[in-house]
């Protein structure tokens, strides 16, 4: 019997939905990637049937994992195709795409950042920092890159020192860099589903992109939790603040690429000025990617492209 590829790929996602997360569990290997076909088959398959069927399908193969690795799956399973399905109920109901986007990665972001916060205070215990810096000193000792740090006249106490004041940065940013790559990982399988239907749905311009005016109330929030945290001396409230300023500090980054992108291809944006950014990019990246996530956070409300809004409520 002929089988014609549209069904194929109905079918194909509709199996993916249900038997992915029970291989994943079986095989304990819950990665991005498993998210990303998960993803795709979100949008591959509510797009050819209905999306209740869809979430029908991702539960069941949820539950089945849960069911493998018990109270354990908890912390293993990623949670970011739920944000996918977020995203096509938005849509369905009638959202822009900029909106729909939107509220989904700040889902995605959640969803994967909120597992790790148990385990937070845990990483930030004086016992545990000293057995990750006494760790990473050993590592490094045996593969010989101290011995060449300290011919360099970096000494041991030195790096020690450095290790003291990063780590407990980094493990207090770890939500926030979990929530990024859910992200990119959403956005990611999106733009292939568009890409794949461009025909049929369209595809904004990449220097035409935007995100609603009040993603700007999300950097304002995380400022507010961080300078409330430190007077209030909460360091929870702290460390949520930083890390809701790491997830809008990509969104933003984003935006500002675009708005780069648009001005580099404007007509009346003098050469010149386009070598230079060149030249900025190469010689001084980190201050341009901190320049063009203000140019982002600022675009949110200043719309600095001044592009229409039937523009922006447009299919993208």
Same mark, same amino acid.
């Given at each position: ?8 790929? *109905?079918? #194909? ?133 101290? &011995? ?7 000494? &041991?106490?030195? @790096? ?78 702290? @460390?949520? #603040? ?12 984003? @935006? ?8 580099? *291809? ?40 001044? @592009? ?9």
């Amino acid at each position: 019997m002929y089988i014609s590829d549209k069904d194929a790929l *109905k079918y #194909g996602s509709g199996l993916l939905l249900i038997l992915l997360p029970f291989l994943a569990s079986v095989l304990n290997y819950w990665s991005w990637i498993v998210e990303i076909l998960l993803l795709l088959a979100v949008f591959y398959y509510s797009r050819m049937s209905s999306l209740r069927l869809t979430i029908s399908f991702l539960a069941i193969g949820y539950l089945v994992s849960f069911l493998i690795l018990r109270t354990d799956g908890f912390w293993q399973i990623g949670y970011t195709p739920w944000a996918g399905i977020l995203l096509v109920a938005l849509k369905d109901r009638g959202l822009d795409t900029a909106a729909s986007v939107f509220w989904s990665l700040m889902l995605a972001a959640a969803l994967n950042a909120l597992p790790l916060l148990p385990n937070l205070g845990q990483a930030l215990t004086p016992e545990n920092l000293n057995e990750t810096v006494n760790s990473a000193l050993e590592f490094y000792r045996q593969q010989g890159s101290l &011995s060449v740090l300290e011919e360099q006249g970096i000494s &041991s106490q030195e @790096i020690e020192r450095y290790f003291r004041l990063a780590l407990p940065v980094y493990f207090k940013l770890l939500p926030g860099a979990s929530g990024v790559m859910a992200m990119l990982s959403l956005g990611l399988s999106y733009l292939i589903f568009r890409l794949s239907l461009r025909k049929v749905y369209g595809l904004k311009a990449f220097s035409h992109w935007r995100f609603p005016w009040y993603t700007i109330w999300v950097a304002i929030a995380g400022i507010g939790a961080y300078l409330g945290g430190d007077y209030l001396k909460n360091e929870m409230l702290t @460390i949520f #603040g930083m890390n809701l300023m790491l997830v809008i500090a990509v969104v933003c980054l984003l @935006i500002g690429i675009s708005c780069l992108v648009y001005w580099v *291809k404007h007509p009346k944006t003098p050469r010149f000025l386009v070598v230079a950014l060149v030249i900025a990019a190469l010689l001084f990246s980190h201050f341009l990617l901190a320049s063009l996530i203000f140019v982002g956070l600022f675009d949110l409300v200043l719309n600095f492209r001044h @592009i229409p809004e039937k523009i922006e409520e447009g299919q993208s």
